[in-house]
């Protein structure tokens, strides 16, 4: 059609008044064949809506009824979706691995061969991963010797910490340009899968790491992280945390003063708020706090496998999008001892915490958080990040369509992190301030807000 319009167009070659030659009977012919054409294009456009509205129709029930659709083996099947909806893993412990395997010695990594646990980029490129959360987690202070001390005062290097394993997690994603790529929105995530790259973001998986500083959340914001869980194994000045396989006695009975406003400021800034390792009381009180979407990047389903760690209904049924419901994406976690009995943990069991949480949350609101690298063991069938396809062939088995397949493996954690910035943005037009609140254990800041200055305390 372009072709056709350029022969009247006129040309740079001194014939351009052939144009006003054109006889009144020229005209009429061009004009007849312009409707002729106008009708031929609208038939065409209307062919062309009914058969895109075949193919989405058919597409989202997987029934291809000509050669170029899916293949019939599932896991060929998966791996063709997986391809344009690469998995987004919402919790990966490769930095912790690296602190303790490797005293942070970046160049005594090699993530080009095999690593000694289950992340590596052979692996990674394997198992169709498009992006990663990489968890830049230091332990509770108990669990390294420290005594935090009933309000969580006495020093523990938990900052010093984190921000080695910020400092390592960004040098391995500098030492391969090729493989990853650092993203700090939603828009970097798509733009790093566009050019074949791993998005890579950072997570700080417990409050405990901030110091009972809000200013230390602003900070690790800065440094490009992009969620922070708001408790680990332990309670702290923020919130109460369910424990391990046994809930400890609670704290705060849920969030604290600070832990409300530790929220408002997350919102605020665009720092997505993590409920993994959270008692349930903590869950619901952030769920009607939270002005923006909220995630689990590493938490399966309570109803399947009777655990703390893992999220029960009653908190499954407040996510969505409809009234005094929140939207959040839960990521399922491998974890064994959080996937069922002990030997029972298989790719079929994972997959029915997937389906349990979509049935209850809805599909929109479940993804994938493997806990790759954090764990000592591994499902049977889903031993390391290369299997991911796997998962996603039970599910197909079971009926899943490729674009709920597509939203498990990464649309539904892009859909959760734009809200949040979306939140952030209209949260800060509205004029929200910067948090201020200083911890009121504290007693080492302002100290002389009352009394006047005088340079010999300093
Ligand atoms: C870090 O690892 C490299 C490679 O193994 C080694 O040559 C170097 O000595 C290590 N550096 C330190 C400070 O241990
Ligand atoms: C930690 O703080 C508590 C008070 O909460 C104190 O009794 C304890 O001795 C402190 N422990 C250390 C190792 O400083
Ligand atoms: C939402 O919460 C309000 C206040 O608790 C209540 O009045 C209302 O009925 C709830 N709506 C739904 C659909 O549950
Ligand atoms: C483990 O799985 C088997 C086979 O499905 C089942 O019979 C058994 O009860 C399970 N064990 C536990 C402790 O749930
Ligand atoms: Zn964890």
């Known amino acids: ?16 008044h052939v144009r006003d030659d054109i006889s009144q009977e020229a005209r009429a012919r061009e004009l007849r064949a312009a409707k002729v054409r106008a009708v031929v294009h609208s038939s065409l456009t209307v062919l062309f809506v009914v058969g895109v509205v075949v193919f989405v129709f058919l597409g989202l029930n997987n029934q ?23 998995v987004i893993d919402g919790h990966i412990d490769l930095p912790i691995l690296v602190r303790e395997f490797y005293a942070n010695n970046v160049s005594a990594v090699d993530l080009t061969s095999p690593m000694p646990a289950h992340v590596d980029i052979p692996r990674l490129r394997e198992g169709k991963v498009g992006a990663f959360f990489w968890s830049v987690y230091v332990s509770c202070p108990e669990d390294v010797g420290y005594d935090a001390g009933d309000d969580f005062l006495n020093a523990s290097w938990r900052v010093r910490d984190t921000l080695e394993q910020i400092d390592v997690a960004q040098l391995l994603i500098e030492k391969y340009p090729d493989t990853f790529q650092v993203a700090l929105t939603s828009q970097d995530i798509k733009n790093a899968l566009t050019e074949g790259k791993i998005a890579s973001l950072m997570g700080v998986e417990g409050a405990h790491q901030l110091g009972n500083s809000i200013a230390v959340l602003r900070q690790y914001y800065s440094l490009g992280v992009r969620y922070v869980t708001l408790t680990h194994m332990c309670h702290n000045a923020f919130a109460d945390s369910c424990g391990f396989l046994k809930s400890p006695k609670p704290l705060h009975n849920g969030l604290s003063e600070l832990g409300v406003a530790l929220i408002s400021e997350m919102n605020r800034i665009g720092m997505l708020v993590d409920l993994s390792h959270t008692s349930d009381a903590t869950a619901k009180q952030a769920l009607k706090q939270t002005k923006a979407p909220v995630i689990w990047s590493h938490s399966s389903a309570r109803a399947v496998w009777d655990v703390p760690r893992n999220v029960p209904d009653d908190v499954l049924e407040l996510i969505g999008t409809g009234e005094n419901k929140t939207d959040a994406v839960v990521m399922v976690n491998f974890a064994p001892y959080f996937v069922a009995a002990a030997g029972n943990a298989t790719v079929q069991a994972v997959a029915d915490h997937v389906d ?17 690298d954090g764990i000592g063991e591994v499902p049977r069938g889903l031993e390391d990040v290369s299997k991911y396809p796997q998962l996603f062939a039970e599910l197909y088995k079971r009926g899943w369509a490729r674009h709920d397949l597509a939203g498990l493996s990464g649309g539904n954690l892009l859909r959760v992190m734009e809200g949040a910035e979306v939140a952030a943005r209209k949260l800060q037009q509205e004029g929200a301030q910067p948090a201020y609140d200083i911890y009121k254990k504290r007693t080492d800041i302002g100290k002389k807000r009352e009394g006047r200055w005088s340079t010999e305390e300093l």
């Open 1 to 16: 059609m372009s072709n056709e319009r350029d022969h009247l167009l006129p040309t740079s070659n001194g014939r351009n």
């Open 64 to 86: 291809w009824p000509w050669g170029g659709g899916l293949p019939k083996d599932p896991l060929k099947a998966v791996l063709r979706i997986l391809d344009s909806a690469p």
């Open 356 to 372: 349990h949480i979509a049935k209850v949350a809805g599909k929109n609101h479940v993804g994938l958080g493997s806990d790759f």
